[in-house]
């Protein structure tokens, strides 16, 4: 042995070359990576396959199944990987070495990673550089699909400033525009200024879902049970800006049914005042009613109270009287919500699977409404003002939530012919 090294193979040179530009990549050593670059002993679009459990970097078409290990990490040229960190010198470099700009192979081109980060230099950069503002990701999406942040709204602003197509639909299943994306995740300043730049504001997704319909639907954070007043604040410049309110989807749902799934009286009272049909039904024959009574016990955020009293005072249709008793099975817990739609009627009369729906428990703690309630609801009529409130009512009908205020009567008047609980039925 003489001490000297073994000549390094050409295999193993080349993969300490690729070390090395990832190596310059992550620590933003732009200086190496120009020498190396220069030295022209790697390819400026060499693809690494690099750790990537959020997807960052990968996009997928629908339906295709892939197994838990290859989403784990995603295959991302240099372009990708300076867009991912950030590290704006070395995209520069890059670019100088003339690195395919709209190269996709893991399915996103850098443009796309640049708006999920939320990087507004690397979008300027990209764009001055010749980015397709328009280009899909291979799951469908554009790249203002992927402005879904606060933070990315200045990404979506200089893309439209620039000439991205604010109306375009994904290239899948969904078929949803920018704006439905702002509508369900919540941003408002992006709703207004996707309008402003010619968004269509009733235009329908794949499911014949408006904008509307979609910030409707998800006011309610599901997980944490929370109504979201971004969301709430979508659905108000929609309708300001004349969305219509009574669309349809493929279900035959109505806005108003997706607020009243959610039991979020805020948005049933806006979808109503701003003409909402309350007695619209959906394909399986159901009324914004049937969807509160329908969920009433699992939203415990809400006040369902007054979504039946919305509903009834905008002239929606009573519950059947003889399924009166699935009433008190959805709103047990509720005494005031059984007493607005008990009020509704001139009369009804408690049967036994009434007292079977209520739980001991809610019996013992609501005893004197129950007590009330039954026996208001027996053979004998109810009181005279109770019936005089029906009458007018009836004459009213759907006119009550705006001719009742209106009427030179006490405010404890108007209170009651609006159905107002009491906490106590007489």
Sequence with gaps: MDGTAAPITKSAA??????????????????????????????????????????????????????????????????????????????????????????????????????????????????????????????????????????SILCAKQLVWRGANVNMKTNNQDEETPLHTAAHFGLPELVAFYVEHGALVDSVNAHMETPLAVATYWALRFKEQEYSREHHLICRMLLDY???????????????????????????????????????MDIGGCAAIQYVLKVTSVRPAAQPEICYQLLLNHGAARIYPPQFHKVIQACHSYPKAIEVVVNAYEHIRWNVKWKRAIPDDDL???????????????????????LSRCAIRRTLHSRCHRVIPSLSLPLSLKKYLLLEPEGIIY
């Design 364 to 386: 013992e703690r609501y005893w004197d409404f129950y007590h009330s309630l039954f026996t208001v609801c027996s053979n004998s009529p109810r009181t005279l003002v109770h």
């Design 242 to 280: 004349e969305a219509e309110v009574n669309t349809r989807d493929d279900d035959f749902k109505t806005p108003l049914h997706k607020a009243a799934w959610n039991c979020d009286h805020v948005l049933m009272h806006m979808m109503l005042e701003a003409g909402a049909e309350a007695n619209l």
């Design 14 to 151: 080349a993969k300490l070359v690729k070390r090395n530009f990832l190596e310059a990549l992550k620590s933003n050593d732009f200086g190496k990576l120009k020498a190396i670059l220069i030295q022209r002993e790697i390819d400026v679009d060499t693809v690494f396959e690099v750790e990537d459990e959020n997807l960052v970097l990968a996009s997928y078409k629908q339906g295709y199944w892939l197994p838990s290990y290859k989403l784990k990490s995603s295959w991302a040229t240099g372009l990708h990987l300076s867009v991912l960190f950030g590290h704006v010198e070395c995209l520069l470099v890059l670019l100088d070495h003339n690195a395919t700009i709209n190269c996709r192979p893991n399915g996103k081109t850098p443009l796309h990673v640049a708006c999920e980060m939320a990087n507004l230099d690397c979008v300027k950069i990209l764009c001055d550089r010749g980015a397709k503002l328009n280009c899909y990701s291979l799951s469908g999406h554009t790249a203002l699909h992927f402005c879904t942040t606060p933070s």
